[in-house]
């Protein structure tokens, strides 16, 4: 936690919809005037896309079928961490970017499966902003969430969190549904062990769930819409959180706990808007009196 430099970390599995998440984000930051500097969980990967290959097939041969991307020593989450301790002590650090295609290759010359070079943050930012997989870890080696100061859950229920990766990775990537699906399997163990104990750390849940059938994820034909969709938002302190003001300004939402409410699919990005601009408004305006 730091008063003077405020860290945002969003966190969620792939295809979850933490990028989707971050263009929310990117409009409050801009309607509000607060620079943010931005980072993605997938530069802090340990293996560029050979090495990361050649990784597996050598734990595969000795018997460890449970390595993956969302695996802790798949990615360097102690370099993470350094940067998160020297944002908020001092505002600066440093981060790159995964080259996942073609597209990405041209916005940052370097090839697919690759790295571009490390590049130190712009100075004078209000804030750092996160968005992948690791973003609340704790585990024996690291403490991601205690250097965050504002901890978000994306986490669609999985199948619908499967049927968004396997569109994603098709359309945007050219992967096959078998291969997406093979990447789900070998990635099981981690979710269950690496992904999923951070949303216990993060401050807000969004967990969309879709209210059309989807129970065989790895034939659907779209991914569900807003319309055809609940989002459950869940506080983890809820002390503070105005309630029947939410309630009031998003139609259609209710409680379902003293700390959850429930909203329409569509009305995601104005609850967004809501909960955060108020928070972001604290966060920023506490770093400049510090
Ligand atoms: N609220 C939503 N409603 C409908 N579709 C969504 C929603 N959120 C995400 N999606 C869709 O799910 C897919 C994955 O979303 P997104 O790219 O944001 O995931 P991600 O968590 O950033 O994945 P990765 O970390 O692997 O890049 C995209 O096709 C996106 O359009
Ligand atoms: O979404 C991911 C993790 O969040 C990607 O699978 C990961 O970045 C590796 O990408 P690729 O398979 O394209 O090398």
Not at 31 to 47: K, L, M, N, P, Q
Not at 118 to 140: I, K, Q, T
Request: with cysteine; proline share 4%; net charge negative.
């Amino acid at each position: 936690m730091s008063k003077k430099h405020p860290i945002i970390s969003v966190t969620g599995s792939s295809g979850a919809g933490t990028s989707t998440v971050k263009g929310t984000f990117d409009q409050i930051f801009r309607r509000e005037g607060v620079t943010a500097v931005s980072i993605e969980g997938d530069a802090f990967h340990r293996y560029n896309r050979a090495d990361m290959k050649a990784e597996l097939e050598r734990r595969y041969a000795s018997g460890d079928h449970t390595f993956s991307h969302f695996s802790y020593e798949a990615n360097v989450l102690d370099e993470l961490e350094r940067v998160f301790r020297e944002y908020g002590e001092t505002g600066g650090g440093r981060t790159r970017h995964y080259v996942h295609d073609e597209d990405e290759a041209a916005r940052y010359g370097a090839p697919p499966g690759t790295f571009t070079d490390w590049a130190a943050f712009e100075d004078g930012s209000d804030l750092l902003f996160y968005e992948g997989l690791h973003g609340a870890v704790v585990n024996g080696e690291v403490n991601l969430a205690k250097h965050a100061d504002l901890k978000i859950g994306v986490v669609p229920v999985v199948n619908l969190e499967w049927i968004q990766k396997i569109h994603r990775d098709k359309a945007s990537r050219g992967y096959t549904t078998e291969a997406v699906t093979d990447v789900i399997l070998r990635r099981m163990h981690a979710y269950v062990h690496c992904i999923t104990p951070q949303f216990t750390e993060t401050d807000i849940n969004f967990q969309r769930v879709p209210v059309v059938d989807t129970s065989n994820p790895f034939i659907a034909r779209w991914i569900p819409t807003a319309d055809e969709s609940l989002v459950v938002i869940r506080f983890k302190n809820p002390r503070g959180i105005d309630f029947p003001y939410l309630t009031q300004m998003i139609e259609g939402s209710w409680m379902s706990r003293a700390n959850s409410i429930v909203i329409p699919g569509g009305k995601m990005d104005l609850a967004m808007q809501l909960i955060f601009t108020p928070m972001i408004e604290r966060l920023v305006s506490q770093s400049k009196r510090a």
